[in-house]
Nanobody
Framework: QLQASGGGVVQAGGSLRLSCEASGRTFSAYTVAWFRQNQGKEREFVAA????????ISSGSVKGRFTISRDNAKNTVYLQMNSLKREDTAIYHC????????????????????WGQGTLVTVSS
């Protein structure tokens, strides 16, 4: 199971930190990611973190503003979001693959097996 939290309403330019706690004993072996979806739009990749080598990638639209990190001891992945823009408004979902995805597949939502219920982020002007 995945439980995402931390969403809310924030003014443009502000910050939020999302958290997603996963159940399971081998979280350190999971590939974890954040995706977002706005009403009427397709799901969009945001950021991902691979296990073991700690490789992280993020989409061009959030690069330099959002940072994905993980605390394996707490079975938790975070998404620190800074300099938020109105276009960042969306429901943010965490996702997990219980293995180490290859770099070229990290952006593919179909590669993730488990999904959290989502947390809503609203950025106001």
């Amino acid at each position: 199971q995945l439980q995402a939290s931390g969403g809310g309403v924030v003014q443009a330019g502000g910050s939020l930190r999302l958290s997603c706690e996963a159940s399971g004993r081998t979280f350190s072996a999971y590939t974890v990611a954040w995706f977002r979806q706005n009403q009427g739009k397709e799901r969009e990749f945001v950021a991902a973190s691979r296990p073991y080598d700690s490789n992280t990638i993020s989409s061009g639209s959030v690069k330099g503003r959002f940072t994905i990190s993980r605390d394996n001891a707490k079975n938790t992945v975070y998404l620190q979001m800074n300099s938020l823009k109105r276009e960042d408004t969306a429901i943010y979902h965490c996702a997990v693959n219980a293995g180490r995805l290859i770099l070229s597949t990290l952006r593919d939502g179909d590669k993730y097996t488990y999904w959290g219920q989502g947390t809503l982020v609203t950025v106001s002007s």
